[in-house]
């Protein structure tokens, strides 16, 4: 079976997102590989055996549960196509249930919180390059991989937004606010020149004192250090800055469609777990305005 058709179907008829169909594609073709070592050369003859083979295969290769359920997920969409489709008989993942996920408990900052940090980075070359970063990460809420990827071509200044290439995935544009800009803006112009010295072809945004891309291990020591800097009671990490930015566009009337494309999720449940702090804030504000609250 085609996997366009499949893509087709999911975008055209589930109106599920780009990104979204395309990782069922690729879950698809990853079981259809894992049916091929078991000699069956066409999914629609995979039995439920197969599919809890699968299963165990995935778990045997240490994947977390999240990726687990995903590609279950992916699987029974698919069976649930065939038979809608092309009159498959019976879903060969009927009765198969998705291994139970304990909820990660969600950091994020307050808007206060980044107000201080903010403000921590000094004149500096080091501080006016750490300012950027902070602006650029919580500005955008992009990884930190994305962060450490990302070439001086990526920006464009005019519109005032960046272009976030992703690993498989179409690239995504995301807007950059005015102090975000203006930050990353003075450390092109002041700092960075001075950073990459002899080092005058490098193309990635954000580099150390030797004129090289910033690593994962130098923007987590940069975090650290202005989040101890601040005071805060949990540990600044890039990901703490991806949910706040998530969680503060919601709080302040994103929807979630347009942040779950922002962020890049291949899976619109994977932006819907900060919906839970809009609801506390909705009822923290219906507390404090309704007189009979």
């Known amino acids: 079976m085609s996997k366009d058709l499949f893509i087709t179907y999911l975008t055209e008829e589930k109106k599920s997102a780009y990104n979204t169909a395309q990782a069922y594609g690729r879950d698809i073709e990853h079981f259809g590989e894992f049916l091929k070592q078991r000699q069956i050369f066409d999914l629609s003859l995979a039995t439920n055996a197969d599919v809890v083979a699968y299963l165990i295969e995935l778990k045997a290769q240490n994947r977390s549960k999240s990726t687990v359920n995903r590609k279950l997920a992916s699987i029974r969409t698919y069976y649930n196509f065939m038979q809608k489709k092309m009159g498959l008989a019976q ?14 408990k969600i950091e994020i900052l307050q808007v206060e919180d980044i107000e201080k ?4 980075p000094d004149d500096s070359h080091k501080g006016i390059r750490d300012r950027a970063i902070l602006e650029i990460l919580y500005a955008t809420g992009i990884r930190a991989s994305e962060l450490i990827d990302m070439k001086c ?3 464009n200044w005019r519109m005032g937004f960046l272009t976030c290439m992703g690993e498989n995935v179409r690239a995504r ?4 606010g005015k102090m975000a800009r203006e930050a990353v ?3 092109m112009e002041e700092s960075r020149k001075l950073l990459v010295r002899n080092s ?3 193309q990635h945004l954000f580099v150390n004192y030797h004129g090289k891309p910033i690593t994962r291990q130098g923007l ?10 601040a005071g805060l009671k949990i540990n600044l990490t890039p990901q703490v800055i991806r949910n706040s930015f998530a969680v503060h566009m919601l709080q302040n009337g994103a929807d979630v469609k347009s942040l779950q494309e922002l962020m890049g999720h291949e899976d619109i449940s994977a932006t819907q777990v900060y919906l839970a702090f809009t609801k506390n804030r909705i009822k923290d504000v219906y507390d ?3 007189p009979r609250a």
């Open 91 to 104: 879903n060969p993942t009927e009765n198969i249930k998705s291994p139970k996920i304990e909820k990660k």
């Open 117 to 120: 940090l903010m403000e921590l």
């Open 153 to 155: 071509e990526d920006i």
């Open 173 to 176: 544009i995301i807007p950059i």
């Open 185 to 187: 803006e003075r450390y």
């Open 200 to 202: 005058q072809d490098e």
């Open 220 to 229: 987590w020591k940069v975090l650290k250090e202005y989040g101890d800097k």
């Open 288 to 290: 404090r305005a309704h």
